[in-house]
């Protein structure tokens, strides 16, 4: 599969994954192995930073995996600033997924707060991945503030929903292209992740669809599957749709 570039690094996985929900350490390493991703999400407020003690960090390999601190369980945009500086801090990353969390109902992003975070963070030299709804008036002003990639979610976090927003997300990828757009949260099966990248999305961020699965590993590997058929769908170029039948074996040339 053809790479993925964010902020002139390569990924050979257009799948990142998160780490949360999964029933103990070894399982997460499983399920991420599996995944096939190279980028792994970690929440900077759920894990022991000091590692004083057994850590979600013992059981990923910084060497294989690239971590992208996010700034979950945030609310305002300077407690998504002071993650994002503390993960900096003890040497996690200086990337980062913003996340400022504006309604506790639909776990909706605050917007406003998010872009306010961005322009804070990318004027401190990170490589800043924001958390947005699929607004395209927003996902332009990231970019202006200096987002390096732009993550719409596909439905609220956690839903399993699937993409329930096709139509604007479409208009979204049509319009944006500055930057690598990453659907981001409420995906539920690998058929989801293929949807995704049929419609053209540079990457997916899952976490919920995988750690959640009745066999989480098993999922993580059906999702690496979706991803790639999905983007080598895109790339090959969908077939146009007809109203009527047309014969899959031509009828000239046939002896009668």
Known sequence: MDSLVIAGRTFGSRLIVGTGKYKDGAETRAAIEASGAEMVTVAVRRVELDRSKESLLDFIDPKKYFLLPNTAGCFTAEEAIRAARLGREVGLSDWVKIEVIGDTATLYPDVQATVEATRVLVKEGFTVLPYTTDDIVF???????????????????????????????????????????????????????????????????LNTAMAAAKNPVLMSSAMKKGVEAGREAFLAGRMGKKLYATASSPLEGISR
């Open 139 to 205: 996902a332009k002003r990231l970019i202006d503030v200096g987002a390096a990639a732009v993550m719409p979610l596909g439905a609220p976090i956690g839903t399993g929903l699937g993409i329930a927003n096709s139509y604007t997300l479409r208009m979204m990828r049509e319009l944006v292209t500055e930057v690598p757009l990453i659907v981001d949260a409420g995906l539920g099966t690998a058929s989801d992740a293929a949807l995704a990248m049929e419609m053209g999305f540079d990457g997916v961020l």
